[in-house]
């Protein structure tokens, strides 16, 4: 039976479908465990289903096709210890089911397309991710996946990709301004033309003066950094490896962004990077490349997805402890 928690610690989790949030999720549920972590799909609050979104041509990331007013209610209920009505969107028949209880839980996860879209949902947030794939690595994932395992046709699956990105552009890109923590998956640098996409740059871009978050730096805070670290520490094949830290402007705000751009021959070797980076919410030494090397087997494991994704959720961690220790002191004096 879970202990009912004395702090709701409520983290948002954003973008678009098949951007690596099931991977990350799975990331944060290993770090916490899973009696401690309730995640509410965002689906769940659409009030057009799959028939009456094709009858009106309103798509799912469309505002319209979703209740916030019920998502803002409960939310705030759940953060507030309340225990709520949730409905579910069944997605294999497209149809909404009858609600399920869903109980408070010490750390509760809101992710899906809009969890920062609605300005009173996101006051609600203790930490934040959006994350942000380019269109060039997009396509080449959603042909590769849909191609490949769904044996759709590549003119059918780019017709798809056109058809949501209006709505993609209006409703879903914008929230990434208001996210903590934004994880950013471009094409590599390392290879000239490339079109096959499996080498990638990630960048996680950290926003600075949020209370409590210290984001993670590279050498020395506030630096520009460029750094190649390929040699008898770090094995790296063809086309290599590069790092980058460096402060910048984000939407008008301060940030730091930390970038990877190639890939990892050997995972253990991951701790010699771990070893230059500071502020990485970490308990002990080696534990970032420790949490990596649990599940070598998630998707992009082997590159900056999975190091700044396992990053995050120290982040995550560092956050919920702060919390719930401010809790634990406010009570205390209460009772003083």
């Known amino acids: ?59 799912a990331l469309d505002p319209r096709a979703n209740n916030f007013d019920l998502m803002y209610e409960q939310i705030k209920a759940l953060k507030h210890g309340e225990a709520i009505n949730k409905p579910i969107y069944n997605h294999e028949t497209g149809m909404i089911d009858p609600p399920e209880i869903i109980e408070p839980n010490h750390i509760v996860v809101i992710e899906g397309l809009h969890p920062l879209y609605d300005d009173r949902v996101r006051a609600l947030l203790d930490f934040s991710v959006y994350f942000d794939i380019s269109d ?80 993670a730096y590279l050498f020395d805070e506030g630096s520009v950094i460029y750094w190649t670290p390929c040699g008898r520490k770090l094995t790296c094949s063809y086309p290599g490896m590069k790092f980058y830290y460096g402060p910048d402007a984000y939407f008008g705000k301060s940030v730091s962004i930390l970038e990877v751009d190639g890939q990892f021959d050997n995972l253990e070797e991951v701790v010699y990077i771990e070893s230059h980076l500071s502020k990485t919410s970490t308990k002990y030494d080696g534990e970032l490349t420790h949490l990596l090397l649990q599940h070598r087997e998630y998707p992009g494991s082997n590159n900056g997805t999975g190091l700044f994704q396992v990053l995050t959720g120290l982040k995550m961690r560092a956050t919920y402890e702060r919390l719930t220790a401010q809790e634990a002191k406010t009570k205390v004096a209460a009772r003083v």
């Not at 780019?158 to 903590?180: C, G, H, M, S, T």
């Not at 000239?192 to 990638?200: A, Q």
């Open 136 to 215: 060039e690595v997009k396509i080449a994932w959603k042909i590769q996946r849909d191609m490949a395992e769904r044996g759709h046709r590549y003119e059918d699956v780019l017709a798809a990709i056109n058809a949501r990105r209006p709505d993609f552009a209006a409703y879903i890109d914008p929230q990434k301004e208001f996210a903590d923590v934004v994880m950013r998956v471009l094409p590599t640098q390392l290879i000239k033309d490339d079109k096959e996409r499996r080498v990638l740059r990630v960048q996680m871009i950290q926003r600075d003066e949020v209370e409590g978050f210290d984001p």
């Open 1 to 59: 039976m879970t202990v009912k928690p004395d702090r709701v610690v409520l983290i948002g989790v954003a973008g678009d479908s098949g951007c690596g949030k099931s991977t990350f999720l799975r990331r944060l549920t290993d770090l916490f465990g899973e009696d401690f972590v309730t995640v509410i799909c965002l689906d769940d609050y659409h009030c057009l289903d799959r028939k009456q979104r094709k009858e009106t041509g309103i798509t």
